[in-house]
């Protein structure tokens, strides 16, 4: 069983700046993939970023383009959203997911993850 907990969340100033951590733990943690996804109230989950387990490669959504990195540790089985220049519409509930699955290891969307961690809210104010 795999096991994700979020951290790293709270209140922060438009413009400002928090980092997102995600812990993994299980028996055999050997993901294709990590993914951010966020949902705010009365809105439908939402696709932030996807990061592959091996290599390099990375994906984003538009909206977070250029503001957001998304980056992993692997010796400490531990991804990261460093998350700049915040506005109010970054105000979610931030969960990360992991993709156990062979594929791209860059899904965009909730189905393509298998485990979802409880959530961080990350509240912007004005």
């Known amino acids: 069983q795999v096991q994700l907990v979020e951290s790293g969340g709270g209140l922060v100033q438009a413009g400002g700046s928090l980092r997102l951590s995600c812990a993994a733990s299980?028996?055999?943690?050997?993901?294709?993939?990590m993914g951010w996804f966020r949902q705010a109230p009365g809105k439908e989950r939402e696709f932030v970023a996807a990061?592959?387990?091996?290599?390099?490669?990375?994906y984003y959504a538009d909206s977070v383009k250029g503001q957001f990195t998304i980056s992993r540790d692997n010796a400490k089985n531990t991804v990261y959203l460093q998350m700049n220049s915040l506005k109010l519409e970054d105000t979610a509930v931030y969960y990360c997911a992991a993709d156990p699955t062979i594929g791209s290891g860059l899904g965009s969307r909730p189905t393509d993850y298998a485990y979802w961690g409880q959530g961080t809210q990350v509240t912007v104010s004005s």
């Open positions: 299980g028996r055999t943690f050997r993901p294709y993939g």
């Open positions: 990061i592959r387990w091996r290599g390099s490669s990375t």
